[in-house]
Nanobody
Framework: QVQLVESRGGLVQPGGSLSLSCEASGIAFSQYAVGWSRQAPGKQRELVARISADDTIIYADSVKGRFTISRDNTKNTVYLQMNSLKPEDTAVYYC???????????WGKGTLVTISS
């Protein structure tokens, strides 16, 4: 059974930092591109960051220079370090994994991140 389990989000003040993690099970993690997307209230889901199986990284323009994605294949875990958080970063953050060969995609259930003073 494939599972992607995100760490708990939370409430952070503007300018603060938060780290998310997502642990995968039931997949050959190293053969998957993994990433984070988010969906803010009333908006479409958008890709935040993605790291491929060969460690190629892409970021949404809105988070470049503030967010850092990384992966640890020994722990089947992908991380998202979020710094200089803004109210517009408030969203449900979803972890996802895409098989590099079949393109089958799996999603976590999401975790809420709220940026507010």
């Amino acid at each position: 059974q494939v599972q992607l389990v995100e760490s708990r989000g939370g409430l952070v003040q503007p300018g603060g930092s938060l780290s998310l993690s997502c642990e995968a099970s039931g997949i050959a993690f190293s053969q998957y591109a993994v990433g984070w997307s988010r969906q803010a209230p009333g908006k479409q889901r958008e890709l935040v960051a993605r790291i491929s199986a060969d460690d190629t990284i892409i970021y949404a323009d809105s988070v470049k220079g503030r967010f850092t994605i990384s992966r640890d294949n020994t722990k089947n875990t992908v991380y998202l370090q979020m710094n200089s958080l803004k109210p517009e970063d408030t969203a449900v953050y979803y972890c996802h994994a895409t098989n590099r060969w079949t393109l089958v995609q799996k999603w976590g259930k999401g975790t809420l991140v709220t940026i507010s003073s």
